[in-house]
Nanobody, 123 residues
Framework: QVQLVESGGGSVQAGGSLKLSCAASGYTYKNNFMGWFRQLPGKEREAVAIIHTGGGTTVHVDSVKGRFTISGDDAKNTVYLQMDDLQPEDTAMYYC????????????????WGQGTQVTVSS
């Protein structure tokens, strides 16, 4: 049974930092794709970043480039999202995703999801 468990969310002021973690179990972590998404109430889930856990290739969406960094630890089957210079518009529930089937930016392309971790940024 695949489990993705996120942690690390919280409340910070604008300009602050948080590091999210997503621990994967029951899943072939290595040489696979994992991603981070975020979602505001009443809005669609949007892509944030993706990593290929074999080669370490990453992609970040434009809105977070230069501020967020996705990374992975093969030994721990864990993916991270380092978030710096957080802004109020980054406030959302953040989700980890695994098992990519198609275009990574679409939530429906991913088979497994974590339960989410809330990030709140105040001005």
């Amino acid at each position: 049974q695949v489990q993705l468990v996120e942690s690390g969310g919280g409340s910070v002021q604008a300009g602050g930092s948080l590091k999210l973690s997503c621990a994967a179990s029951g899943y072939t972590y290595k040489n696979n794709f994992m991603g981070w998404f975020r979602q505001l109430p009443g809005k669609e889930r949007e892509a944030v970043a993706i990593i290929h856990t074999g080669g370490g290739t990453t992609v970040h969406v434009d809105s977070v480039k230069g501020r967020f960094t996705i990374s992975g630890d093969d030994a721990k089957n864990t993916v991270y999202l380092q978030m710096d210079d957080l802004q109020p518009e980054d406030t959302a529930m953040y989700y980890c995703a695994a098992q990519l089937r198609e275009d990574w930016v679409f939530p429906q392309s991913w088979q497994y999801w974590g339960q989410g971790t809330q990030v709140t940024v105040s001005s």
